[in-house]
């Protein structure tokens, strides 16, 4: 990306100077793949806070989120990690309160990972509201909680800025 050129002569110390830029040149774009990941993973962390955040409704906000980063020789994989236990009711929503209609899903993964509004558990999620006990003992009336797609949300950011990070990251 940008026009690196390595020249050499056929002498066997200019061969071997032109392999080591090579390995040189290979190392650094080792590196700039891991920092690529990083900076993209980056990008998905505001969106997926603010879109908890955002969400209606009664579900847990708390949550972690994290880079996961696996570095295997050539090859590096980075994951974004959203951890919590009220992340999927916020992703996919739970109950007609605040989302579509029972059977169908705001989210445009929904209905193909098998999360639809009222789907869940007994499926009272197909009420208006409905009560369950939580862990402390008490009854808790249920309205559900919003899909606000936050994991979503932050793919698409993500995917719309991967030339503008790859650019930037590649080019230096």
């Known amino acids: ?89 916020i992703e996919f ?7 579509t209609p029972a059977g169908t899903s705001p989210h445009p993964k929904g209905e193909e990972f098998g999360y639809t509004i009222g789907s869940y558990g007994q499926g009272k999620g197909k009420n208006e509201s409905w009560v369950y006990v939580a862990d402390s003992g008490e009854w808790v009336r249920s309205y559900g909680t919003e899909a606000t797609m936050p994991v979503y949300k932050a793919s698409v950011e993500i995917m719309q800025n991967i030339r503008r990070i790859a650019k930037e990251v590649f080019s230096a």
């Not at 929503?93 to 989302?99: E, L, P, Q, S, V």
């Open 93 to 99: 929503g739970a109950g007609i309160h605040y989302n």
């Open 1 to 89: 990306m940008n026009g690196r050129v390595i020249k050499c002569n056929l002498s066997q110390k200019s061969i071997g100077n032109a392999i080591k830029e090579l390995k040189a040149y290979q190392n650094s774009l080792r590196d700039k793949n891991e920092v690529f990941l990083k900076r993209l993973c980056e990008l998905g962390i505001p969106v997926i806070d603010e879109n908890i955040m955002l969400a209606q409704g009664d579900s847990d906000k708390n949550h972690n989120t994290y880079i996961k980063i696996n570095r295997f020789g050539n090859y590096a994989q980075a994951t974004l990690v959203c951890e919590g236990s009220g992340i999927l009711f």
